[in-house]
C-alpha cells in the first residue's frame, strides 16, 4: 500500500519555514471562494492575489500573472508567454491583445493563444462566466471543478484537495496501489484526477463556466489538415526555421543566464542547430543520475568541443545519503505531483540536487518536439491503426497485465473521455494516434513530469507552439515518422552539427523494450477483449 504523505508535509512546514517555497512551486489557482488566511497550509505567505472581478486568481512566488481589464472582462495570463509570429516578448502586451480579442469575438483569442510559445494558462472572466485555455501541449496544467458550491481552477489537483479537504477516489487509490500503474506512463485514464470532484483540462480544448455547470469545448484542429507539395517542402522548413530561430533569439532576449539542456538526441540537436550564430549567448548542460544518462551527457559534451561551445556536465551524487534532506523533500516532490508520478531515485536526487547546485536561471528544454515526430509508432514492432479504441488507450496508458477488471475500468474511463472530446477517430486529417501523443500522453503525464522539473527551476519549451507545430504537420506522417522535417531544419541552422556521427538512440525506443511493448500490445488486443487489430 502506498503512503500519502501530507499529514508529515503540514507539520513540519509548520514547524519549519526552511523548504516552504517548495510547496506547489510555480503553481497558481483561480477560485470565487474566499480566501481567509493566505499565512496558513498550504499556502505560508507565499502565494500573491490577483482581483478578476467575481474571481481571484493566487499565484506561487515563483511564477507571474498579468492581468487586463476592462468593464466586466478580466483577463490573467499566468506563466511566461511571447509570440514569434509578431516579435511581442510582453506578456502585459498580449493580455491586453486577448482582453480585445474576447471582447470582439471570444474565437479570435485561439488564435492569438495558437501563436504564442510559453508555458501558460489564459483564464478570461466575463460576470459569472470563467474560461481557462492552456499552453500548445497543456504544460500549464488545469484541473477544474466545484467544490463545496465554489468554482475551482488550478494546476495542482493536490493544493485544491489541501486546501478545501478533498478525499481521494477510491478507484483511483486502487490504481496507484496496483502494479500496473507502476509498469506504464503513471498518469490517470481519460481526463480523471484524484478526485471525484476535479477533472484535468487536455491540450486543444478550452473549459468554460456558465450557468452553473463547466462545458468542454475544442477549438484546435477546427480546419483540414494540408500537406505541402514537393515544390513547396523547402519553403516549408525554410519558414519553420525562422519562426524557430525567432524564438530561440527571444528567449535570449526575455532571459538572461541561459542553459540549455543538451543531449545526443534528436530535439536538442535541432535547437542546438537553428540556435548557430547565438552560441556565445548561452551555455549548454548535461548531467547524469544514472549510469544510462552518461552516453547523452558524453555526447553532448563531444558536439559542444567540436563546436567550441561552453558545457557544463553535473554529475548527480547516486547515494541519497549525500543529499540534505533527501527522504523529505522526496515526499514534498511526490505530494507537489499528487502522487500521481512517484518518481524514480534518480530523478528526485536530481531535482532535489539541481534546486541547491545549478548556475543558471533558466533552462531550454526541447520538449513538445515530438508532437510533430509520430513518435508513438515508434515503440511497436507492428503498424498501428488509424483509428484507436479505448483499449488502445489503456493500453498505452499503463501494462494492465493479469488485472484485468483494472483494464476494464480504465477502457471505460477512456472511452468516456474520447466522447466528451470527440477524440474517437481522426479529426480534420490529423492522425489518431498522434492526436491521443498530443492531447492526452503529453498533457497528462508529461506536464505532470515536467512541473516535478520544475521544483528547481523555471522551464522554457521553444516548441511549444501550436501552429509552429502544426507547420509539421504540413509533412506526411511516414516523413514525421522518419523525422524528415527535423533533420532537414537542423541542417538548415547548422550543418556541421547535421553532418556529426554523434547521437545516441533513446533507450525507451531499445529493441528489447520494443519486443515487450509489442508482446503486451498483441496480448491486449487480440486475446483481451478486443478482436483483432486493424492495419493502415
Request: charged letters at 25%; a neutral charge; hydrophobic letters at 35%.
Amino acid at each position: 500500500m502506498k503512503s500519502f504523505y501530507e499529514n508529515e508535509i503540514k507539520e513540519r512546514l509548520n514547524r519549519e519555514e526552511k523548504y516552504r517555497e517548495f510547496l506547489f512551486p510555480r503553481c497558481y489557482f483561480v477560485t470565487d471562494a474566499e480566501i481567509n488566511d493566505m499565512c496558513a497550509y498550504p499556502l505560508y505567505g507565499q502565494w500573491r492575489a490577483y482581483g478578476l472581478g467575481k474571481y481571484q486568481a493566487f499565484v506561487q512566488n515563483k511564477s507571474k500573472c498579468y492581468t487586463a481589464h476592462r468593464g466586466s472582462v478580466n483577463v490573467a495570463l499566468i506563466g511566461h508567454a511571447f509570440d514569434p509570429f509578431t516579435g511581442e516578448l510582453s506578456e502585459e502586451k498580449i493580455a491586453v491583445e486577448c482582453l480585445e480579442a474576447y471582447i470582439r469575438n471570444c474565437n479570435e483569442v485561439f488564435d492569438i493563444v495558437n501563436r504564442i510559445t510559453g508555458v501558460f494558462v489564459l483564464i478570461v472572466s466575463d460576470a459569472e462566466r470563467i474560461l481557462a485555455v492552456q499552453d500548445c501541449a497543456g504544460m500549464q496544467m488545469v484541473y477544474y471543478g466545484i467544490c463545496d458550491g465554489k468554482v475551482w481552477l488550478s494546476s495542482s489537483p493536490q493544493l485544491i484537495a489541501d486546501m478545501c479537504g478533498l478525499k481521494r477516489d477510491t478507484y483511483v487509490v486502487r490504481l496507484l496501489n496496483s502494479k500496473s500503474y507502476y509498469r506504464g506512463s503513471r498518469y490517470l485514464p481519460g481526463n480523471l484526477s484524484p478526485y471525484k470532484e476535479l477533472t484535468r483540462l487536455g491540450a486543444n480544448m478550452y473549459v468554460i463556466y456558465d450557468d452553473n455547470e463547466f462545458r468542454l469545448r475544442r477549438f484546435f484542429p477546427l480546419k483540414e489538415r494540408q500537406e505541402y507539395g514537393e515544390e513547396n517542402k523547402q519553403a516549408a522548413i525554410e519558414e519553420i526555421y525562422k519562426v524557430f530561430r525567432k524564438t530561440i533569439e527571444m528567449i535570449l532576449e526575455k532571459w538572461d543566464n541561459v542553459a540549455l539542456s543538451l543531449s545526443g538526441g534528436i530535439d536538442s540537436k535541432t535547437t542546438l542547430a537553428c540556435a548557430n550564430g547565438l552560441y556565445d549567448r548561452f551555455i549548454c548542460y548535461s548531467y547524469a543520475s544514472k549510469k544510462s544518462e552518461k552516453a547523452d551527457a558524453d555526447a553532448a559534451k563531444d558536439i559542444c568541443e567540436i563546436l567550441g561551445i561552453k558545457h557544463t556536465y553535473y554529475e548527480i551524487p547516486e547515494d541519497p545519503a549525500e543529499i540534505t534532506d533527501y527522504d523529505f523533500l522526496s515526499k514534498l516532490i511526490d505530494h507537489n505531483t499528487s502522487y500521481l508520478m512517484r518518481l524514480n531515485s534518480n530523478e528526485l536526487r536530481k531535482y532535489i540536487w539541481f534546486s541547491r547546485n545549478h548556475d543558471f536561471a533558466v533552462e531550454i528544454k526541447s520538449d513538445s518536439s515530438e508532437i510533430g515526430r509520430a513518435i508513438m509508432q515508434r515503440k511497436y514492432f507492428v503498424r498501428l491503426p488509424n483509428i484507436l479504441a479505448p483499449r488502445h488507450f489503456s493500453i498505452f496508458q499503463a501494462r494492465y497485465f493479469l488485472e484485468p477488471r483494472l483494464m476494464r475500468l480504465a477502457d471505460k474511463e477512456h472511452k468516456r473521455f474520447m466522447e466528451q472530446t470527440g477524440l474517437v477517430s481522426s479529426i480534420c486529417g490529423y492522425e489518431h494516434i498522434n492526436l491521443f501523443f498530443w492531447e492526452v500522453r503529453l498533457s497528462s503525464w508529461y506536464a505532470t513530469s515536467f512541473y516535478s522539473q520544475q521544483f528547481y527551476n523555471e522551464i522554457v519549451i521553444p516548441y511549444n507552439n501550436r501552429r509552429l507545430m502544426d507547420m509539421f504537420y504540413g509533412f506526411s506522417y511516414n516523413e514525421r515518422l522518419n523525422d524528415v522535417p527535423h533533420l532537414a531544419l537542423m541542417r538548415r541552422g547548422n550543418s556541421d552539427i547535421a553532418d556529426m556521427n554523434i547521437s545516441v538512440k533513446d533507450t525507451y525506443f531499445g529493441k528489447k523494450r520494443m519486443i515487450l511493448e509489442t508482446l503486451y500490445y498483441l496480448f491486449a488486443t487480440r486475446f483481451n477483449s478486443m478482436g483483432s487489430f486493424t492495419r493502415q
